[in-house]
């Protein structure tokens, strides 16, 4: 085999609760992470060396080096390997470049996917999870795909049935947000006010509204805690937000870290509706829709 191509979806984070800040830097986190189909497609060719290509949205803000998370993941599995495998990376973003959406993640771990069939290793979904930890909190989720509960980084995961399809919009907001400059705001006006902070819990509620699949009852108890933060650095997203409600979401967030909002609706067409009707009121640079859960990356 000379090529293959993964597709990998996007996230959103439907509970984000960030709990106190740990010695080693990180927050213990519980994540309720919710792929969705917005989708990058990354394409592995045998050759000598490494070598990645970006194309698609925002592509000029990805780095064409060992940067790229795609590349570090590969670079890892070949570690883990214990071989020099070569490999030309393309990749085709849909997914917004540091939009809170965990695309760089999701590249990651379509490369591990795309790689280990590539090189034949075999390597069983345990051993990519085990490469994926190392590489970032998101990316073990961004392999699993589905709906699932993480812990501690996010990394530790369970999954989540759910009982039936959600329909969503995002709005998609010109430029991105560092996640790094998003939790350090996040710990500036903790520590400003003197917040005490609980440790994270997932919410009973929203999983049980995720099982029922009842979207109203989701709508809310959709909660992230990195929603302050975000707006804090981004004010303009409060109007993104409020105009989702007033349209009729029922709920709206910051998806992750940000600057992309989702906005859960009743079914696929009051997801249309609501989209076209943010386009019109111009509070984003674009409005999509897309359905989840979704599978993890799918060899195409
Ligand atoms: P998260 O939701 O996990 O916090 P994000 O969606 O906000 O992440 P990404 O799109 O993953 O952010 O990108 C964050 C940064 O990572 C980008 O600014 C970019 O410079 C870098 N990066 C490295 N590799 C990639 C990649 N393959 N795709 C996107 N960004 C990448």
């Known amino acids: 085999m000379n090529?293959?191509?993964?597709?990998?979806?996007?996230?959103?984070?439907?509970?984000?609760?960030?709990?106190?800040?740990?010695?080693?830097?990180?927050?213990?986190?519980?994540?309720?992470?919710?792929?969705?189909?917005?989708f990058d497609e990354?394409?592995?060719?045998?050759?000598?060396?490494?070598?990645?290509?970006?194309?698609?949205?925002?592509?000029?803000?990805?780095?064409?080096?060992?940067?790229?998370?795609?590349?570090?993941?590969?670079?890892?599995?070949?570690?883990?390997?214990?071989?020099?495998?070569?490999?030309?990376l393309v990749i085709r973003k849909s997914i917004p470049v540091a939009g809170g959406m965990a695309g760089g993640s999701a590249d990651a771990a379509a490369a591990l996917v795309?790689?280990?069939?590539?090189?034949?290793?075999g390597l069983p979904p345990d051993d990519l999870l085990e490469i994926a930890a190392d590489l970032g909190s998101d990316v073990p989720f961004a392999l699993l795909g589905g709906t699932a509960v993480g812990t501690g980084r996010g990394e530790r995961l369970t999954s989540l049935e759910v009982g039936g399809t959600l329909h969503w919009v995002f709005a998609l907001a010109d430029g991105g947000l560092s996640t790094a400059r998003v939790y350090a705001e996040c710990d500036r006006t903790r520590e400003a006010t003197g917040e005490q902070i609980a440790?994270?819990?997932?919410?009973?509620?929203?999983?049980a509204a995720l099982r029922e699949g009842d979207a109203k009852a989701l709508?809310?108890?959709?909660?992230?805690?990195?929603?302050?933060?975000a707006l804090a650095l981004r004010p303009s997203l409060a109007r993104t937000l409020e105009a989702g409600r007033e349209r009729?979401?029922?709920?709206?967030?910051?998806?992750?870290?940000?600057?992309?909002?989702?906005f859960l609706a009743e079914s696929e067409a009051h997801a249309e509706e609501l989209a076209?009707?943010?386009?019109?009121a111009g509070v984003a640079r674009d409005v999509i829709t897309a359905h989840g859960p979704v599978p993890g990356p799918t060899v195409v």
């Open 42 to 88: 990354v394409t592995a060719t045998a050759r000598t060396g490494m070598s990645v290509r970006v194309e698609g949205d925002s592509a000029d803000q990805v780095p064409e080096d060992d940067d790229n998370l795609a590349v570090q993941a590969a670079l890892a599995l070949a570690g883990h390997a214990g071989r020099s495998y070569g490999v030309s």
């Open 276 to 280: 076209l009707s943010l386009g019109a």
């Open 248 to 262: 009729g979401a029922l709920g709206a967030l910051v998806s992750g870290s940000g600057p992309t909002c989702a």
């Open 219 to 229: 709508g809310a108890e959709l909660v992230n805690d990195l929603q302050p933060a």
């Open 3 to 38: 090529s293959v191509t993964v597709r990998v979806p996007a996230k959103v984070n439907l509970q984000l609760a960030v709990g106190p800040l740990r010695d080693d830097g990180f927050h213990d986190l519980v994540n309720v992470f919710h792929a969705v189909s917005i």
């Open 114 to 121: 795309a790689c280990n069939e590539l090189w034949g290793l």
């Open 199 to 207: 440790w994270p819990r997932a919410s009973d509620p929203l999983l």
